[in-house]
C-alpha cells in the first residue's frame, strides 16, 4: 500500500519536475511538496502506518523523493538566478566606443593666482597669512593709522560710509596692521601679510574700480629697519617679475609710516629701457611703504622706543595687470573661461 504511493508521488515528480523560468514558480512547487502539508511531508508521515520492519526501507525511499525534489530545486533556482544576472548585466553593458563626454575644465583666476604667489614668498619668510574685516570702524581704517577726523589725507580715498561717520567699508588693508597689533598686545613681534578687498568711490574707468585687492604687510620687531623692508620686496618682486628684477625707493608721505617711501621696480618688459608699459621710465611704481609711525605704535599698544617695524601695501590688481599685460582691471574678474586659459597656457609657456 504505501509502496505504491511512494510510486505514485515518484510519477508526479517526473510530470512536476520539467523546465521552470520562474522562481516563483518553483517556489509554489516547493511548497507543493516540501511545505508543511506537502505531498512528501505528508508521505512522511505515514511511517507511523508501516510495519516496522518496512519503516527502514520506506523512510529510505522517502528520503530519495527528497533528494530528487531538492537536487532540482537547486539547480532550477541557480539557472534562473544566472539567467536574471546574466539579462541585467547585458543590458548594463558599457559601449566603450561611444565618445566620452566632454567635462568643460576651468583655469585658475590670474589675480588669485597672483595672490597665491604672494603669499607663498611671505610664508616662506615666516609670514602669517591674516584676515580682517571688509566692513570696517572708521578708528581702524583711519583714526589709529594717525589719520584723525578732518585730516584731508582721508579725501585721497573716496570712502563708503555705511553707518554716520563710523562703519564703512575699508578703503585699504592697512586697518589689520592695527587689529593684529591690537592682538599682539605690545609684547610679541609681528610678521603678517594680510590680502583683501578694499573699496573705494573711485571714478569707473578701465584701470580703476569701486572694488580692488591690496595686499598689506606689518613686520614690528627690535632694530627694524629700512634695509629690511627693501631686502624683503626685493626678494618678492624678484620670485614674481624675474631674477633680474631691480627695486629702489623714492620718498613719499603716508601718514602712518615715517619715512614713508614709494617702491619702483625695473620694467620687466623692456627691462628698463623704456616702453609703453612703463611710461618710457624703465620703472614702475608698484607699492606703498615706510617705517610704521611712532605714533600708530603707540595707539596699537607698542612702545616704540623698544619696537620699531616696516609696513607696505600694494594692489595685488595693478600687480596682476602689470604681470600678464593686461589694460584693463575688468579682465580680473571675468569669468569667461576662454580668456583664464589663454592667460594659463602663457604662463606655462
Ligand atoms: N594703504 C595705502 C593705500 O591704500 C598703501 C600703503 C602705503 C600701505 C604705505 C602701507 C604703507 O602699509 O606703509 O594707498
Redesign the pocket.
Known amino acids: 500500500m504505501e509502496n505504491k504511493k511512494i510510486e505514485e508521488v515518484k510519477e508526479l515528480l517526473k510530470e512536476d519536475l520539467k523546465e521552470i523560468n520562474d522562481l516563483k514558480v518553483l517556489n509554489d512547487l516547493r511548497v507543493k511538496y516540501l511545505g508543511k502539508t506537502g505531498i512528501i511531508t505528508e508521505l512522511n508521515s505515514e511511517i507511523k502506518n508501516v510495519a516496522n520492519e518496512d519503516k527502514k526501507e520506506f523512510g529510505m525511499k522517502v528520503n530519495e523523493l527528497r533528494t530528487i525534489f531538492n537536487d532540482y530545486y537547486e539547480e532550477t533556482k541557480n539557472k534562473i538566478e544566472d539567467s536574471i544576472l546574466n539579462e541585467k548585466l547585458s543590458k548594463e553593458k558599457i559601449d566603450i566606443s561611444l565618445p566620452a563626454t566632454k567635462i568643460p575644465s576651468g583655469a585658475p583666476s590670474i589675480l588669485e593666482k597672483l595672490i597665491e604667489e604672494v603669499e607663498e614668498v611671505f610664508m616662506s619668510m615666516g609670514y602669517d597669512v591674516v584676515d580682517g574685516p571688509e566692513i570696517e570702524e572708521d578708528k581702524y581704517n583711519f583714526e589709529m593709522?594717525n589719520i584723525p577726523k578732518g585730516h584731508p589725507a582721508r579725501d585721497?580715498?573716496d570712502t563708503f560710509y555705511i553707518e554716520g561717520e563710523e562703519i564703512l567699508l575699508r578703503?585699504?588693508?592697512?586697518p589689520v596692521?592695527v587689529r593684529t597689533m591690537l592682538e599682539g598686545k605690545g609684547e610679541a613681534p609681528v610678521r603678517i601679510i594680510c590680502p583683501g578687498k578694499?573699496y573705494r568711490r573711485d571714478d569707473d574707468d578701465a584701470t580703476h574700480s569701486h572694488q580692488f585687492m591690496?595686499i598689506?604687510?606689518?613686520v614690528v620687531d627690535k632694530n627694524i629697519s629700512m634695509s629690511d623692508l627693501k631686502g624683503t620686496l626685493d626678494v618678492l618682486f624678484k620670485k614674481l617679475f624675474g631674477e633680474d628684477t631691480e627695486t629702489r625707493f623714492h620718498p613719499?608721505y603716508?601718514q602712518?609710516?615715517e619715512p614713508?617711501v614709494e617702491v619702483d621696480i625695473s620694467c620687466h618688459k623692456c627691462h628698463g629701457k623704456g616702453c609703453p608699459m612703463c611710461k618710457n621710465s624703465g620703472w614702475i611704481t608698484v607699492?606703498?611703504?615706510?617705517i610704521?609711525h611712532p605714533n600708530v605704535l603707540r595707539m596699537s599698544g607698542y612702545d616704540p622706543d623698544v619696537w620699531t617695524g616696516?609696513?607696505?601695501?600694494?594692489?595685488a590688481d595693478r600687480l596682476a595687470m602689470l604681470k600678464y599685460d593686461i589694460d584693463s582691471c575688468r579682465v580680473l574678474y571675468n569669468t569667461d573661461l576662454r580668456e583664464s586659459k589663454v592667460f594659463d597656457r602663457k604662463e606655462k609657456e
Do not use: D, M, P, R
Open positions: 593709522l585721497a580715498q578703503s585699504q588693508t592697512s596692521q578694499t591690496q598689506e604687510g606689518l613719499s603716508y602712518f609710516t614713508s607699492v606703498g611703504a615706510g610704521v616696516f609696513a607696505f601695501g600694494f594692489g
